[in-house]
């Protein structure tokens, strides 16, 4: 089932509001060409049930949402790199596997703190504003602290470039 975004959601109550406002208006039109006010507010009032329970359904789907968003899988991070084969920069002893026993793709291969292990991201998808996609397939030194993620960079020059950057987005997306 696809999930349905924020912004999807908002627009829907949007253009539910401007047709709750067109059906009032119309309505409003309609009993002052007509007499018929008893059915036409029968109706309106049939119309602004459905209406109600489009609304009923839409709020529902927003809690769910953000509901879905709040179980720690959106966190401000900090930003550093890696670049295993120089043995450099938070580099271990294998630079050829990963903690899930992957090779690491440059631009690509992500390796989390236990902070963010404990949350469940190993082996998930991540979205890091301003940088991209990458997939947490490494683990960081346990003596490193708070929530961070390492991007394995494709060159020890590369790796230094990004340096460290603090209070990142970062969100994972399966």
Avoid at 135 to 149: E, L, N, P, W
Avoid at 154 to 171: D, E, F, Y
Wanted: charged share 25%.
């Amino acid at each position: 089932m696809r999930k349905i975004t924020l912004l999807e959601i908002i627009t829907g109550i949007i253009l539910l509001t401007i047709i709750i406002f067109l059906i009032i208006e119309n309505v409003k039109r309609t009993n002052e060409n007509t007499n018929k006010s008893i059915t036409s507010l029968t109706e309106l009032q049939n119309k602004l049930q459905n209406i109600n329970q489009e609304l009923s359904q839409i709020r529902q789907q927003i809690e769910k949402a953000n509901e879905h968003f709040s179980k720690t899988n959106h966190q401000k991070v900090t930003i550093t790199a890696y670049h295993p084969p120089s043995k450099g920069i938070n580099s271990d002893k294998t630079p050829n596997r990963t903690a899930t026993m992957k090779r690491p793709i440059a631009g690509y291969t992500l390796a989390i703190s236990d902070e963010l292990f404990e949350m469940g991201w190993l082996g998930k998808r991540i979205y890091i504003d301003g940088w991209g996609v990458g997939k947490a397939t490494d683990r960081m030194k346990s003596t490193v602290q708070g929530k961070r993620i390492d991007i394995c960079a494709p060159t020890l020059k590369a790796a230094k470039k990004i340096g460290i950057r603090a209070n990142i987005l970062a969100v994972v997306l399966n």
